[in-house]
């Protein structure tokens, strides 16, 4: 069994910050990639920012780009997302994604977290 597990999530003013927190733990031989997505209401699920193996390469929405920085701890499992100069739009159910190799089952797959709920609001 392989679990991902997110925190960081709340409440928080316009222009204020948060930092979300996404430890990958169970069965896991290789973590690939891991990311954050977002859903917003009524509104499909959208890529935030991803990281490969030992942060080496990152990748971003347009709408994040200069504001949320992506980084892991592979000795953790653990990927970050820290999210500056917050907006209403970033409002959204926050998901953890991770493409990872299970001891269990001895191939690549994704698995989520169950999300964490960013809510930017004066």
């Known amino acids: 069994q392989v679990q991902l597990v997110e925190s960081g999530g709340g409440l928080v003013q316009p222009g204020g910050s948060l930092r979300l927190s996404c430890a990958a733990s169970?069965?896991?031989?290789?973590?690939?990639?891991m990311g954050w997505y977002r859903q917003a209401p009524g509104k499909q699920r959208e890529l935030v920012a991803t990281v490969t193996g030992s942060g080496r390469t990152t990748t971003y929405a347009e709408s994040v780009k200069g504001r949320f920085t992506i980084s892991r701890d592979d000795a953790k499992n653990t990927v970050y997302l820290q999210m500056n100069s917050l907006k209403s739009e970033d409002t959204a159910v926050y998901y953890c994604n991770a493409l990872l190799i299970s001891t269990a089952t001895a191939r690549a797959d994704n698995y989520w977290g169950q999300g964490t709920q960013v809510t930017v609001s004066s």
């Open positions: 169970g069965s896991i031989f290789s973590i690939y990639v």
